[in-house]
């Protein structure tokens, strides 16, 4: 998929204003984050690491002038548990899985290929039960993945009682049903933002369609959905 409908199949998914979707692209591209080349019919495909950093730039809610700083700042959250690590990275079939964005572009990946977490995961959830949320003013992630929980910290937050303290489920609970990205206030001033399966199901199919036409129609699907 190429770099226009693929911005503009992410800003539909999200909800996101789709003027606003090309600047933070293009702040994401101009600083080597997303994936260059010629312009026209030769221009490069996107690739699921593109819509990984793209997803976070855009769910952080900063402006076009702040995303880029926002998204270095959350691509760098790393799942702080030895033992969540593992079984994150066995969920995922990927070993070593550093950063948030990391996280994010495999589960992008087993998704475009129907890999179903299900199959792995011992509480028999399903797929579908897949929540990312970003609270932003707290700088953290929470990920729901079947039957599991993990949270993504910065380094310096790990001794941070006031983060390791907030609720993160209250948050998804809250969240349920979700079919775009949502801004709620929660526990106070902190800003959560959340991204469903459905969401990263719509951006993988779209990156794996394979020509234009069915991303054509995807898009087009998306927006009457917005619209309607």
């Known amino acids: 998929m190429k770099s226009g409908l693929f911005i503009e199949l992410t800003a539909c998914t999200l ?16 600083a080597g984050w997303l994936t260059t080349g ?11 690491e593109d ?16 995303a880029l700083q926002s998204f270095l700042k959350f691509r760098k959250l790393k799942c702080k548990d030895h033992n969540g690590k593992k079984l994150l990275g066995e969920l995922l ?19 475009a290929v129907g890999f179903s977490i299900a199959k792995m995961d011992h509480f028999g959830a ?10 932003v003013s707290q700088g953290f992630a929470y990920l729901k993945l079947g039957g599991h929980s993990f949270h993504f910290f910065a380094a310096k ?5 006031e983060v390791q303290n907030t609720k993160p489920t209250e948050c998804l609970d809250n969240a349920k049903g979700s079919l775009a990205m949502h801004t709620r206030e929660t526990l106070g001033i902190q800003t959560t ?3 469903t399966m459905a969401e990263i199901r719509a951006i993988a199919d779209g990156i794996s369609a394979g020509s ?8 087009s699907s998306l927006r009457k959905r917005t619209n309607g």
């Open 15 to 30: 909800g996101v204003e789709l003027g606003t979707a090309k600047l933070i692209a293009r702040s994401l591209r101009e």
């Open 38 to 48: 010629p312009r026209g019919t030769n221009a490069p495909d996107m690739k699921p």
């Open 51 to 66: 819509a990984a950093r793209l997803i976070i730039a855009l769910m952080t809610g900063a402006p076009p002038a702040r």
């Open 93 to 111: 079939a990927y070993d070593g899985i550093e950063g948030l964005d990391q996280c994010v572009t495999s589960i992008i990946e087993r998704t």
């Open 126 to 135: 399903p797929v579908e039960n897949l929540e990312l949320l970003l609270n």
């Open 157 to 161: 937050s790990d001794a941070n009682s």
């Open 193 to 195: 933002r959340a991204i």
């Open 212 to 219: 234009p036409s069915g991303v054509d129609r995807q898009v």
